[in-house]
């Protein structure tokens, strides 16, 4: 069982930059590929960046690919996005998840088995 807890959202403007942290429970948290995701108001959810269980892997969405950083904390059970160059279009909750295995590269959010509740990022132009 992994217990995730998101932090860092608020309003900035657009160019600007955001870092989301993601606190996670549970003494496997290094055993799980971790994601982050994010759905828009009216729009699906969408996967954002995931990184493998030592953090030396990452894949990202080809919408945030350059602007996004997504980097794991081991030790502290901690998972971060950094956000740089901030589009309105960025504009959406954000969600941590979790799920078992070593594919990060499966993007359906339907894989993974653990969520956060989601913390709102509003990019102001």
């Known amino acids: 069982q992994v217990q995730l807890v998101e932090s860092g959202g608020g309003l900035a403007q657009a160019g600007g930059s955001l870092r989301l942290s993601c606190a996670a429970s549970?003494?496997?948290?290094?055993?799980?590929?971790m994601g982050w995701f994010r759905q828009a108001a009216g729009k699906e959810r969408e996967f954002v960046a995931a990184i493998s269980w030592s953090g030396g892997l990452t894949f990202y969405a080809g919408a945030v690919r350059g602007r996004f950083t997504m980097s794991r904390d081991n030790a502290n059970n901690t998972v971060c996005l950094q956000i740089n160059s901030l589009k309105h279009e960025d504009t959406a909750v954000y969600y941590c998840?979790?799920?078992?295995?070593?594919?990060?590269?499966?993007?359906?959010?339907?894989?993974?088995?653990?969520w956060g509740q989601g913390t709102q990022v509003t990019v102001s132009s």
């Open positions: 998840a979790a799920r078992s295995g070593t594919n990060i590269y499966d993007s359906r959010y339907g894989t993974y088995e653990y």
């Open positions: 549970g003494r496997t948290f290094s055993r799980y590929v």
